[in-house]
């Protein structure tokens, strides 16, 4: 680098010196340049000798020295130190038409001449170009990503990730055993394709990885290479869709070529639905760019033979958005689905990311899982990370159970904000509302055990929450959990109405739950006693995963949507009244609560449970219910 530098410098002033010496050969001696009216006055005293005449200027020279009083003082000391010789003058050319007649006069010899354009054709045509054609370079380069010069558009060799080896293998992936088993097939045919090859089965070209953000499908993909032992060809669905129509074809046909010079190997397409969205569903505009795309993955899923050993993963959360022609056989055929981790597959996913952290004995992972409900493998492997820099940070030995019950506050509530300021009324309110919803999750029998109560203000919207711990994954509750749960989003509202007679906006989320579930129990569980076993709404979620997916027009009657309402409502208004008996039966806890929350910002189970055996226990009264129902598990924290 430094060399280089040198020699730059070196060159620079070898050119400079060239030049001097070229100027000093060619133009010897001094150019006056003279105002008009000497050069006039010079030639009506006879001092001119010769002059050649441009449209510009005139130059000439002098016959001699003694210049006094026809140029300016200083000009003629200057002419004067020149000494002896030829004195040249140039002067800009004024609309003079005595010109001529003054010059015959003088008896001067002079000369037109055609001046030389080169120079300034150069400085006014071709450095422009010079200049744009640099700076558009410059600029193709930069959109090209450094692939560098024009004619490297279409090539995506810097945007193909390709690892010969990924070092991930199945015992990474923990928890989601079945998409590793439907998985197997391909690792097994990756591993000798010529076994196959020679029965003559059939091999899937396309295997789409269906599952939520963080479930682990990259990693899963990962997996199968790595298991296989072949090279891993990886690119997001995103990255094709580039700024000039065209490119992202390319891009495909190239990261097929290379794919097959590397078979047996794994092209994994990430984020599909950016690539792969149904053709013509957007309204403003078609993008053709992202047509074209599509359309050249199709072809090059359609053209190459799988007994080459070339294997398609793709990744997506949002199967429903994609063209169905990608799902057609022969391309994506096979779908894995990918589930959240249960209670069982987040400890194991806890005990892979904990290899890596030193843990103190007392931590439990099974503990930590069972607080985590509705955590992806992502969200998990971030917890484990969280746990062990709280530690290093404490300047701890060992990640303990303390660092873990920090970062699982962390990652669930987002940062603690415990500068944020509320003032002491607003803190009053949060501190019954919370105390308000834990009160009654001990008092029903089907509720989930409370954990931890905080009024510590987390992210932007929680003020405070009330974290149960659910002894178990739920995928079926009864009208009773229901029904306790709807209790349980109660309590905190009611609790202000107490204490208060007034209430907050706070209490809005947990009523729109409340609304929520007591609807589907009308709507889709057949739990309503009047409207009976009739089902009135498609559950509208996708098939694959539990995101919404675009409303269904109703398919019932104005009455019976009326019927409905008053059922809803009906189920709310009952709630409403057991929760106010329950409270009012249980002031003098809600009260202590409320003065130890606002005290201590936060209580666990251990100061909860003495504070309740030191007041009258809380009386348990019981709701019986019969009917089971198809439910995911519901989110477990009760912000606001
Ligand atoms: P996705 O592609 O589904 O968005 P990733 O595969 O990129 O998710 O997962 C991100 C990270 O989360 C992984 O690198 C891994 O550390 C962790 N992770 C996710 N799922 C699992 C799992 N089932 N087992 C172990 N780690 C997981
Ligand atoms: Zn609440």
């Known amino acids: ?117 080169w120079l300034s054709t150069l400085l006014s045509w071709v450095l422009p ?123 495909v046909r190239d990261l097929f070529e290379q794919a097959e010079q590397k078979a047996p190997c794994i092209i994994f397409i990430d984020e599909l639905d950016a690539l792969g969205k149904a053709r013509g569903m957007n309204v403003v505009g078609g993008n053709d760019e992202r047509e074209q795309t599509l359309n050249q993955l199709l072809v090059q899923m359609d053209g ?94 060992a990640v303990d159970m303390e660092d873990f019950d920090e970062a699982i506050d962390r990652v669930v509530g987002g940062l603690e904000r415990k500068n944020r300021i509320m003032n002491p009324k607003e803190k009053e309110t949060v501190a019954y509302h919370e105390a308000g919803h834990a009160l009654v999750a001990e008092a029903r029998p089907n509720a989930d055990r409370v954990g931890k109560i905080s009024i510590i203000p987390r992210g932007i919207a929680a003020l405070g929450y009330t974290q149960q711990i659910p002894t178990e ?29 007034d209430i907050s906006t706070g209490a809005q989320n947990d009523l729109q739950r409340a609304t929520d579930m007591a609807r589907h129990m009308v709507t889709q569980y057949g739990m309503s006693e009047s409207l009976g076993l009739a089902t009135f709404e498609e559950p509208r979620t996708s098939a694959f995963l539990n ?12 009455r019976t949507a009326q019927a409905i309402d008053d059922e809803i409502g009906k189920l709310l208004a009952d709630a409403h009244a057991r929760v106010v008996k329950t409270l009012e039966a249980n002031r003098g806890n809600l009260e202590a609560l409320a003065k130890l929350l606002l005290e201590k910002e936060v209580v666990d189970r251990a100061t909860l449970d003495a504070l309740l055996s030191a007041q009258a226990p809380v009386g348990k009264d019981s709701d019986s219910g019969g009917e089971t129902t198809a439910h995911r598990p519901s989110d477990q924290r009760e912000p606001g």
Not at 95 to 100: A, G, I, Y
Not at 193 to 202: E, F, N, S
Not at 313 to 325: H, S, V, W, Y
Not at 479 to 495: N, Q, T
């Open 1 to 117: 680098m430094e060399q280089k530098q040198q020699v730059i410098a070196w060159y620079f002033l070898a050119a400079f010196l060239v030049i001097l010496t070229i100027q000093n050969f060619f133009i010897q001696g001094h150019v006056e340049s003279l105002p008009y009216s000497e050069f006039k006055a010079l030639l009506h005293a006879g001092k001119v000798k010769e002059i050649t005449l441009t449209e510009q200027a005139i130059s000439g020279s002098l016959s001699d020295d003694s210049l006094e009083g026809l140029v300016a003082k200083e000009t003629a000391e200057r002419l004067k130190q020149l000494g002896k010789g030829e004195h040249l003058f140039t002067t800009i050319r004024v609309n003079d038409p005595s010109l001529v007649q003054d010059l015959e006069a003088a008896k001067v010899r002079f000369a037109g001449q055609v001046e030389s354009k």
């Open 473 to 501: 994954d739920r995928y079926l509750l009864k009208r009773s959990e229901l029904l306790d749960r709807i209790d349980v989003l109660l309590g905190g509202r009611v609790a202000e109405e107490l204490v208060f007679g």
């Open 129 to 251: 170009a010079v200049i744009f054609v640099g700076i558009w370079q410059f600029a193709i380069k930069r959109m090209g990503g450094g692939a560098g010069g024009l004619m490297a558009i279409g090539k995506s060799k810097a945007k193909v990730y390709m690892e010969k080896e990924t070092g991930v293998t199945f015992d990474d992936v923990a928890g989601i055993d079945e998409a590793k088993d439907e998985l197997m097939q391909v690792v097994e045919f990756l591993k000798a394709p010529d076994r196959y090859r020679r029965l003559g089965g059939k091999i899937p070209k396309g295997v789409l990885i269906v599952g939520a953000p963080g479930t682990g499908k990259t990693l899963l993909a990962k997996a199968v290479a790595g298991e296989a032992g072949v090279p891993f060809f990886s690119m997001s669905g995103s990255e094709f869709v580039e700024m000039f129509v065209g490119v992202g074809a390319a891009r």
């Open 304 to 397: 190459f033979d799988t007994h080459k050993g070339v294997i398609i993963l793709a990744a997506t959360n949002r199967p429903e958005i994609l063209d169905p022609a990608l799902l057609r056989p022969g391309r994506f055929d096979r779908h894995v689905a990918i589930d959240r981790p249960d209670l069982n597959g987040r400890e194991k996913i806890l005990l892979v990311h904990s290899k890596q952290v030193t843990l103190a004995p007392s931590v439990e992972l099974a503990s930590i899982a069972a607080r985590t409900p509705g955590f992806a493998g992502a969200d998990l492997a971030n917890l484990v990370n969280e746990a062990a820099l709280h530690a290093a940070r404490a300047g701890k030995d």
């Open 547 to 558: 995101i919404p997916v675009s409303q269904q027009p109703a398919t019932y009657s104005d």
